[in-house]
Each structure stands twice: as C-alpha cells, then as structure tokens.
C-alpha cells in the first residue's frame, strides 16, 4: 500500500496529523501540478504529472513523489510557497465557472487562519490577498474578563469569555457572536451558537439574539496534534473528545457572568441600539492576544456613577393591534415598539403641560 502520510517516528508541533491533506487536495483538483516553496534557509519545488506518473508501477519508487532541491530565498520578501494546479477535472472546472468557489476559498482561508494572516503568512489566491476575519473582542473598562488556564493530558487550555467590540454602527455583529475553538492556532469553529459549544445544554441557554454582544475563545495548544479536539477534517469538533467534553463545562462556567450581564441588561421588545452603546461606554478594544495572556479571573464589570441616577427604563404590554393603529397613525409603518414607547410618554407630557 501506498505510504500516504507522515513517516515513522515522524513528530511535529504543527496542525497536520496524517500527512495527506494537501496531497489529496491536489490529486481531487487537476492531472497536473507545480509546487516552489523556499525559505531563507532551503527550498525545493516539486513537478508532477499525474497521468503519466501512474502508468508506472514496477517497484516502490514508482509511487514516490519526485522533489528537487532549490536554493534558500534570497531575502524574507522573497520567501514563500507557490501552488498551481491545471488539466483541472471536469468537476473542478464546472464548479469553478458557477462564480462561488474562489469567494468561498477566501472566506474560509479568512476564518480559519485568522490568527496567523498577516501575521505570520500572507496567502494569496489567484493574485488576490486574503484578509484575516477578525474576532471582534474587547474587555470591560473597569472590571475583568472571564479567563482560566489549565492543563489537561499534555494540552494547555485557555479558555476566556467576553463582550464584544462593537462595529462602526454602534451594533453588535451577530454573525460574529459565539464560542470560538482554536487548535495549535487554527479555528475549528467560529461564531457558534449551538449545542456543540455548550448552548442549549445546562446551565447555559439557548443563544438568542441578545446575547449578540457575547465572544468566547477556547484555545488547545499541543505538541502532539493527535490530541487536538478535531475531526479528521479540522473543520469541526470530535463531539466523543474527553478532552474537549471536559473543557466544554469549564465553557459554560466562563460564559455564565457574561450571559448574565447582558440578560440584566435588556428588557422585552425594546430596542437594542441604546443599550448596545451603553455597554460600549464601558469597554475597550483588545485582541485576542491581548486576552489570551491573563490570569484567572471571572467576568466582572465596576459600575461607577459619579452624577445620580436620572432616569430609569419603563416597559408595559400593549396590544398589538393599537401599536399597529399608531403606526399607520404616524405613517411610519416599520416603527420599533421602543420608540412608540417613547412617543406615547413624550405625547402624554406635552399634553399634560408637564414637558
């Protein structure tokens, strides 16, 4: 049988486990590919038809993959790896020319390896530079973060639980809210929000909406990538991981205070904007990096008031169909219930010679 794979003895602190990625990647796309890869130290580059190198078969060294010895990159710039791969499959091609594949590349280059573009690698496809999909956390102003560190069977564990950075909007980006698992560096998972990263199953909720503002990271770093958390494929999580089932309910216990936070802080059917920017008020920006390097600590944040309290939130239930009369009333048809709330109050007010 073909040695497909890492050789015996073979040890690395990298993300590969079985050494057959990036070759079965390149035999499913085309018949024929070139690979030139060159450090400041070495270098070798890699020619192969695939048509013709399978038409051989008279020993063992029929089945090796021929490489070839290229000098060290002259300057860091320089350095680097490049793959093309052409005589594509008709499959490839036909997926190809729907328009979705490079775009749909790009964006799992750009979750998956967040935290190494642009700062250890640069990959570009096509030409095109792939930007890194950056974990939007920031930390509270005045107060801490939920974060522990621990050591589980030869895997060091972070795990850190926090608010959001908020976008240019002012609003919390839902798309980018959730449990985030990182292995040796690259995400497994990003932005979830289901039951596999603890929601649903006690004591944490189900996700809701409120919960926007919420950003968890896990990070499992080991010298023997055999212990990651992963599938095969590295894309989600090994759900019978004694390792990860065990991280999992030190998760919940990280994500508790957070979720409590925010749940004190909204109200029903009431709009978000203004508490969503009042929470930032009380936040910083900082990397995950920056988080990452913390000590043991539970999420808290210091409320400080320097002026008396001057106002204080009002909610009441109302019937639908009145809202919906108020609406038409004011023509403004898309009308949020918070702000009929506060038009109602205003209205009552002015009438009453109390504004």
Not at 123 to 143: A, D
Not at 176 to 202: F, H, L, M, P, Q
Not at 331 to 350: C, P, Q, W
Request: aromatic residues 8%; contains cysteine.
């Amino acid at each position: 049988m073909f040695n497909f794979g890492h050789p015996i003895g073979w040890t690395s602190e990298s993300l590969g486990v079985y050494g057959i990625g990036l070759k079965r990647a390149l035999f499913k796309l085309g018949n024929h590919f070139e690979m030139v890869s060159q450090t400041r130290k070495n270098g070798f580059s890699c020619q192969l038809d695939v048509g013709e190198w399978v038409k051989k078969d008279e020993s063992t060294d029929d089945w090796t993959i021929p490489i070839t010895e290229q000098r060290p990159a002259s300057s860091l710039g320089s350095a680097g790896t490049k793959i093309r791969v052409d005589r594509l499959h008709e499959e490839v091609r036909l997926r190809i020319k729907s328009g979705t594949v490079v775009s749909s590349l790009c964006r799992s280059i750009s979750t998956t390896f967040s935290l190494f573009l642009e700062r250890y690698v640069r990959i570009m496809v096509n030409g095109q530079r792939v930007e890194p999909s950056l974990i939007p956390t920031s930390r509270p102003s005045r107060g801490n973060i939920s974060f522990e560190r621990l050591t589980d069977d030869g895997v060091q564990i972070r795990i850190l639980a926090t608010l959001a950075k908020q976008g240019e909007d002012g609003r919390y980006d839902q798309t980018k809210s959730g449990w985030y698992v990182i292995c040796n560096g690259r995400a497994v998972v990003t932005a979830d929000k289901s039951e596999i990263t603890g929601w649903g199953i006690t004591p944490m909720p189900m996700y809701h909406t409120k919960f926007g503002g919420f950003v968890g990271l896990v990070f499992f770093e080991s010298s023997d990538p055999m212990k990651m958390p992963w599938t095969t494929t590295k894309r989600s999580l090994n759900r019978e991981s004694a390792i990860y089932l065990r991280a999992r309910g030190k998760m919940a216990v990280a994500a508790r205070p957070v979720l409590t936070f925010m749940n004190s802080r909204y109200g029903m059917d009431l709009d978000t904007t203004p508490i969503e920017r009042e929470i930032a008020r009380g936040t910083v920006e900082a990397t995950p990096a920056q988080l990452a390097t913390s000590t043991n600590t539970q999420f808290k944040v210091v409320r400080t008031s320097s002026k008396p309290k001057l106002t204080q939130r009002v909610q009441y239930d109302a019937r639908i169909s009145d809202l919906d009369k108020i609406r038409k009333h004011l023509n403004r048809h898309s009308m949020k219930v918070g702000a009929i709330s506060e038009h109602t109050f205003n209205y009552f007010l002015d009438q009453e010679g109390l504004a």
